[in-house]
């Protein structure tokens, strides 16, 4: 199991943090992770993201900015399965997830803003390895994501003890 990190704690010790000034839902077994950021950004379509969970995710988050659309999924079941399986600690959705039910016994964190029944679209359009930029943040390939029950937090580098 991951160490529990808690944001706040960050924030306390580390001012420059980078506060994310979105609420994000929890969908799977923790509220609790952190990790070295991979970045996807895209619009309603999640071709390309398989391709980035399969290089392997051992102490990573996926974060996507899904440019906070709510209207088509960028996730479902399937997916987050794979990436529990290729050993990433989270994932983190500007936008929409589905298939919650399939979220439920995995055990590593999803946050996404909410969910919807409709499927996202496969043309292609995402760009992996990007800066991010959203909620009053920016994420970098490579920053340090922190995420708990208060919020998700970037820093340049970790910066918690370990």
């Known amino acids: 199991m991951t160490d529990i990190i808690r944001a706040a704690d960050i924030c306390d010790d580390f001012p420059g943090a980078l506060v994310?000034?979105?609420?994000?839902?929890?969908?799977?077994?923790?509220?609790?992770?952190?990790?070295?950021?991979?970045?996807?950004?895209?619009?309603?379509?999640?071709?390309?993201?398989?391709?980035?969970?399969?290089?392997?995710?051992?102490?990573k988050v996926l974060v996507v900015d899904g440019r906070g659309s709510q209207r088509r999924a960028l996730c479902g079941g399937n997916?987050?399965?794979?990436?529990?399986?290729?050993?990433?600690?989270?994932?983190?959705?500007?936008?929409?997830?589905r298939d919650i039910h399939e979220f439920a016994e995995l055990d590593f964190g999803v946050k996404a803003l909410k969910c919807t029944p409709m499927r996202p679209r496969t043309d292609g359009?995402?760009?992996?390895?990007?800066?991010?930029?959203?909620?009053?943040?920016?994420v970098n390939p490579g920053d340090y994501v922190y995420a708990d029950l208060d919020g998700v937090i970037v820093t340049p580098k970790p910066v918690h003890k370990r």
């Open 20 to 59: 994310c000034e979105l609420m994000f839902h929890d969908f799977a077994k923790r509220s609790c992770f952190h990790g070295e950021a991979v970045t996807f950004s895209t619009y309603e379509d999640n071709k390309g993201i398989r391709e980035i969970l399969a290089r392997g995710g051992k102490g």
């Open 79 to 97: 997916i987050a399965k794979e990436a529990f399986d290729h050993g990433w600690a989270g994932m983190v959705f500007n936008g929409a997830i």
């Open 125 to 138: 359009i995402g760009l992996a390895d990007v800066t991010l930029r959203f909620g009053g943040i920016t």
